[in-house]
Nanobody, 118 residues
């Protein structure tokens, strides 16, 4: 089992920055990939960025050049970050952390609200 705790959302003006964090604990040795998804009101959940444990990354076209995903490790937990710069009102959504294990089990965080005002 993997437990996820997200933090870092909030309200920011357009052009500003936020950093989201998602700390994974439990059976972290089995994690293959970590990432961020978002869901705006009335829309489907969409991929924002993912990163595998070997360093491969994938970004949505809408965030390339503005967002950066990274992962840090210590003995007890693995944390995935999403640095969001040059934020736009269309980035407003609930952001969810997702972890995938080597045996394809998925875990989701509780979600954190990001609101960008114009």
């Amino acid at each position: 089992q993997v437990q996820l705790v997200e933090s870092g959302g909030g309200l920011v003006q357009a052009g500003g920055s936020l950093r989201l964090s998602c700390a994974a604990s439990g059976t972290i040795f089995n994690i293959n990939a970590m990432g961020w998804y978002r869901q705006a009101p009335g829309k489907q959940r969409e991929l924002v960025a993912t990163r595998t444990t070997d360093g491969s990354t994938n970004y949505a076209d809408s965030v390339k050049g503005r967002f950066a995903i990274s992962i840090s490790n210590d003995n007890a937990k693995k944390t995935v970050y999403l640095q969001m710069n040059s934020l736009k009102p269309e980035d407003t959504a609930v952001y969810y952390c997702k972890v995938v294990t080597w045996n394809h089990v998925e875990y989701w965080g509780q979600g954190t609200q990001v609101t960008v005002s114009s």
